[in-house]
């Protein structure tokens, strides 16, 4: 242990190890071919969906955790959300999408992302997320708003009853935007996606060998030295990013890893200045700053990867 408290984790928050940011193109679009016999019509987030007659809505539906929407509705066969249905609503504000963070926090593992054609627009697809405490198979839907309060569309089952799911994705496939048009395609750009991986990837390497040598008994003078070292990487890799086009799809997204990525720079900076005045207080607050920052652009690459940009 060195004489600045207990030693670097070589695992803490997230390494963004060998990062290879990869965009996944579109997937299989979505059928289309709800039945066009008794439809019905509902408003709900920034969408206008149709339904069958034998679907109603409903306030009857089990809690999906983490899944916090506003101004929710809830459709379900028979008006008997309690096994399967639809919930519909809009990201709270301030929810940098395309899910809600604290429904992310409850997934087991972050779900791949596909990209579906429904009838005017994309949206994104996550089939059977492993989410903790909920029984039932759950598909979710999101379709953005570059300005903010995107909606959500969540279609849940029994897993014995397939028939449901089917007629749910069905209505969802009948959503269209209420007001302004999606003028942009949400598919995951390669280009894009290669100069954003090349960036994080030169950051990873010289991140991973730099905290390898900060986790040995570093003298100060060392600690001092690795740490302006990750101060400049984190800071290269800024710049970077600010150097790439955002695009519609990903510019909240980009907006996020960028404070993210200066945070750490910061974090590093005083846990630098801390080594060169041999000040351990000073040098066990900046150490949880650098934790915090660098959990800030793990959940930024989160976003990056729900959005289609995959870590392989």
Known sequence: MNRYGRPFSATAALLLAAVAIIGYLAGNSESTSASRATLLTLSAGNVVLEYPSNWQRTSAVPAIPGLALAKATALAPRGDGAQAGLLVGQLPEGEPGPLPESFVAQLDQLPDAEVVDLIEIQAYKYAQPGIRGFNRKLTVYAIPNPDGGGTVLAC?????SSGYMRACQQIVATAILSGQPQLYRLTPEPAFARELGAALGALDARRVALRRELDTRATPATAQRLAAGLAEAFASAG?????????????????MLSDSLSRARE???????AAADKSTARFAVARTQVYEAEASVSSALERFALLGYQQR
Request: aromatic letters at 6%; zero cysteines.
């Open 156 to 160: 849940y089952a029994p897993a014995r």
């Open 267 to 273: 974090a590093y900076d005083a846990l630098a200045a």
């Open 239 to 255: 710049t970077s990013l600010s150097a790439l086009e955002p695009l519609p799809a990903t510019h909240q997204a980009q907006a």
